[in-house]
C-alpha cells in the first residue's frame, strides 16, 4: 500500500533560496520539453529521454539524475490528460505549463538521514530539518520512502514523499462485521455498537440552522464567514471521521472480522427522508469520507472491505426478513424483534457480507420503484 507524508521542511534563508533556483530550473526544462511531447506525439519515458537528454543536459543547469526527472515529470503530466481524455486521437497535442512545477526526486536525488533529508540542488546537496508530526511519523515508521514530490505553497516548502508499506496477511477466517452509515448516528455495527449520536448531530444541525441563515443573507460579509465557517466545519467533520473509522476497525479487530460490508453509498439518496433533503446533500461527502478512512484503516491491518447495494437492509427485518416498522430510531417487526433502526440495518449488511441471500420472494417485494418514489423527495 503506498502512503504519502507531506512533511514541511525547516529552510533557512539559503536554503529557500537553492531550492527556488532549483524550482526555476526544473520548470524551465520541463517547458524546454513539451515543444518534443507535443511534435513527436511522445509521453513515454524512455521514448523522451532519447529525444531530449542531451538537449537537456546542454542548455539547463540541471544534472544528470535531474534531468531524468524532468523527462519523468513531463510524461506523468501528460499521461494524466491522456487518462483524462484530453488528448483526442486526431487532434493537436496541447502544451501544458509547468510554472509552478513541483520538483521530482527520487532515490539518486535525496537521501533520508534521521529526522533530517539531504536534497539537491543546483549548488550542491543542502540538508535541510525534517518537521514531522506524530501522523506523518507514524507513516515514515511503516515502509519504504519512495520517490517524493518537492512543493512550496505560500512560501512553505514540503516534501510530499511517497512510502511502500508492507500489505498485511488478510485475515483469512472470522465474522463480517455489518456497519451502517447513518442518519441518526455517525455509524452502527452489526456487532450492537453504535458511534456518534446525540451530541454530534445536534452540533451538526446547529451549524445548518446557522450556515441556512448566512446563504439567505447574501451580504459580502455573510459569504465570507460562511467560507470560514465551512471550513472550519470540513476539519471537525474530517477528526470526527477518523476517531470514528479508528473506532470501528478496532471493533472489528476486537470481534476477529475478517470483512466488514457497508452500504454502497450511490445509493443513499433513496434512503434520506423528503424533509431532510438540505441536510442529505451537505452531508453526502461526510458519509463517503467516513467510509474511506474505515478502508483504509481496514486495508492496513488486512481486513476486507466490501461495499454492497444497501436496497431494503433498513427496511427489513434482521431475525425474520418480512417488512418491519421503523419509527424514528426505532425498527419494529411482527415477529417480535424490536431493535435500534441503525443496528438492524448493519446486522443486514452482515448477512449480506456472509454471502446468505434473502429468500426470493423477499426480494421481489416490495417494487423497487415504489421504494424510490416514496423515499426520494
Ligand atoms: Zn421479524
Request: include cysteine.
Amino acid at each position: 500500500m503506498l502512503r504519502t507524508a507531506s512533511i514541511k521542511l525547516e529552510t533557512s534563508v539559503a536554503d529557500a533560496a537553492a531550492l527556488l533556483a532549483l524550482q526555476a530550473a526544473y520548470a524551465a526544462a520541463c517547458n524546454r520539453l513539451v515543444p518534443l511531447v507535443i511534435a513527436y506525439r511522445c509521453w513515454n519515458r524512455v521514448a523522451l529521454h532519447n529525444l531530449a537528454y542531451t538537449d537537456l543536459r546542454a542548455h539547463t543547469p540541471l544534472g544528470s539524475q535531474m534531468a531524468c526527472n524532468a523527462v519523468f515529470s513531463v510524461c506523468k503530466a501528460y499521461k494524466a490528460q491522456k487518462q483524462l481524455g484530453r488528448i483526442p486521437k486526431d487532434e493537436s497535442v496541447q502544451a501544458v505549463c509547468f510554472d509552478r512545477a513541483s520538483v521530482h526526486f527520487d532515490k539518486r536525488t535525496y537521501t533520508l538521514k534521521g529526522d533530517a533529508v539531504s536534497l539537491y540542488t543546483l549548488a550542491g546537496r543542502i540538508m535541510v530539518r525534517l518537521l514531522c508530526g506524530a501522523h506523518q511519523r507514524r507513516i515514515l515508521d511503516g515502509g519504504i520512502a519512495k520517490e517524493a514530490e518537492l512543493i512550496c505553497r505560500k512560501g512553505q516548502w514540503y516534501f510530499n514523499l511517497v512510502v511502500e508499506s508492507e500489505d498485511h496477511q488478510p485475515v483469512a477466517s472470522g465474522p463480517v462485521m455489518g456497519v451502517d452509515v447513518g442518519e441518526n448516528n455517525l455509524a452502527a455495527s452489526s456487532t450492537g455498537k453504535v458511534w456518534g449520536g446525540g451530541d454530534l448531530r445536534h452540533r451538526r444541525d446547529q451549524h445548518l440552522a446557522l450556515r441556512r441563515r448566512l446563504q439567505s443573507n447574501g451580504s459580502q460579509s455573510a459569504k465570507q464567514l460562511l467560507r470560514k465557517i465551512s471550513g472550519k466545519e470540513q476539519r471537525r467533520v474530517k477528526h470526527i471521521n477518523h476517531e470514528t473509522s479508528k473506532a470501528i476497525v478496532a471493533q472489528a479487530i476486537n470481534v476477529g472480522a475478517r470483512k466488514i460490508t457497508m452500504e454502497d453509498l450511490t445509493h443513499i439518496r433513496r434512503r434520506i427522508r423528503a424533509g431532510k433533503r438540505m441536510r442529505a446533500r451537505l452531508h453526502r461527502w461526510a458519509f463517503r469520507q467516513l467510509q474511506t478512512f474505515v478502508q483504509y484503516k481496514a486495508q492496513a491491518v488486512g481486513i476486507a472491505v466490501e461495499l454492497v447495494d444497501p436496497a431494503y437492509t433498513s427496511q427489513r427485518c434482521s431475525e425474520c426478513r418480512a417488512l418491519g416498522r421503523r419509527i424514528k430510531h426505532r425498527f419494529e417487526c411482527q415477529c417480535g424483534f424490536r431493535a435500534h433502526a441503525d443496528l438492524n440495518a448493519s446486522r443486514n449488511l452482515a448477512r449480506i457480507g456472509e454471502g446468505i441471500a434473502w429468500p426470493r420472494a423477499a426480494v421481489n417485494t416490495p417494487d423497487v420503484g415504489c421504494v424510490a418514489r416514496h423515499a426520494s423527495p
